[in-house]
């Protein structure tokens, strides 16, 4: 080998020590509050205490009893049902309304535009013990604004105690949740139209193409990625939510538990409430079973959804 070779030569790749010094505080961060809990979930669920609190090993006989013994199967089915309501209630309502407003929004010469969309967000950033506060006041039968308001539109005939009755709370609570965060979908949706280059409805509309047209054969496949980020992002959020049920309902999810989901059960079942007493193995079988669920529906998403998008796309 020459002395030019010998200069030019690709010298010997070392161990990238800088790129370890970096990710080492994130992973220790995560590893520590992320994964050593639920790891140590899981663990819990497999054992069982007796009354003295000593724990011995179960194995499945946990899951068995949530899910076949009448002590906790009524329950536990019971607030999967009503998650499966409260999250078609968003997909179909808050994701359709956001789609809605964001096409409205995306409208080349829409005056106040960026008004309208830091309205529409606002909820979103509000506490959920707020918004909770807030619209009972304003369902309240007794003193809420909520009967005048219909009643001055000609709707007061409709009005009821929406929040007291079982076959009404679930959806109304749903709904008042739609409202708080049908600004997350609106703004990811109105970020992907955005991208879409303009040439392609400039064209499209010198063919003849109308504006419905335009969105159903063009706009709309090109944000199905994005629709499907949405999708799956809003099925993770509603099989974790607890806090806005617990804000207007408290920990029982009355009346007669119509508006119980899995984060409230498993709030009862682990920490107890009232007169139930709490069981941390018992609390750490939802847990698994409710992190179970939602794999199961990510994995649904990558190797159903996201893998016929890219066939799609390329």
Avoid: C
Avoid at 56 to 69: E, I, K, Q, S, V
Avoid at 230 to 259: C, E, Q, R
């Amino acid at each position: 080998m020459t002395g030019n070779e010998a200069t030019t030569a690709a010298p010997g790749r070392r161990f990238p020590l800088h790129i370890v010094v970096f990710l080492a505080p994130a992973v220790a961060i995560y590893t520590l509050f992320s994964i050593y809990p639920l790891v140590d979930t899981i663990r819990l669920s497999l054992y069982t205490g007796d009354a003295s609190g000593q724990l011995r090993f179960a194995g499945l006989d946990n899951f068995r009893a949530l899910f076949f013994d009448p002590a906790w199967s009524g329950q536990f089915w019971n607030a999967l049902g009503n998650n499966l309501i409260f999250f078609l209630i968003h997909m179909v309502v808050q994701n359709g309304i956001g789609l809605g407003l964001a096409m409205l929004l995306s409208l080349p010469h829409l005056a106040g535009g960026s008004v309208y969309r830091t309205l529409l967000f606002l909820p979103t950033m509000l506490s959920v013990v707020i918004i909770g506060f807030i619209w009972q006041l304003m369902l309240n039968p007794l003193w809420g604004i909520a009967e005048t308001l219909m009643r001055a539109v000609g709707l007061g005939s409709f009005f009821g105690p929406y929040l007291g009755e079982e076959s009404t709370a679930l959806v109304t609570i749903s709904l008042i949740s739609v409202w708080q965060f049908v600004g997350i979908p609106m703004m990811l949706i109105y970020a992907a139209l955005l991208n879409i280059p303009d040439d392609l409805t400039d064209a499209a509309t010198v063919d003849g193409a109308g504006p419905f047209s335009i969105f159903w054969f063009i706009k709309l496949p090109l944000i199905l990625p994005t629709l499907g980020v949405v999708s799956i992002l809003t099925f993770v959020a509603n099989f974790n939510a607890f806090d806005l049920i617990y804000a207007v309902k408290g920990a029982l999810a009355g009346p007669n538990f119509s508006t119980d989901i899995l984060g409230t059960f498993f709030y009862r079942t682990f920490f107890g409430y009232q007169l139930q007493v709490g069981s941390p193995t018992m609390g750490a079988t939802v847990a698994t079973a409710m992190l179970v669920i939602i794999l199961l529906g990510v994995l649904v998403y990558l190797f159903g959804v996201q893998r016929r998008l890219q066939r799609h796309t390329f």
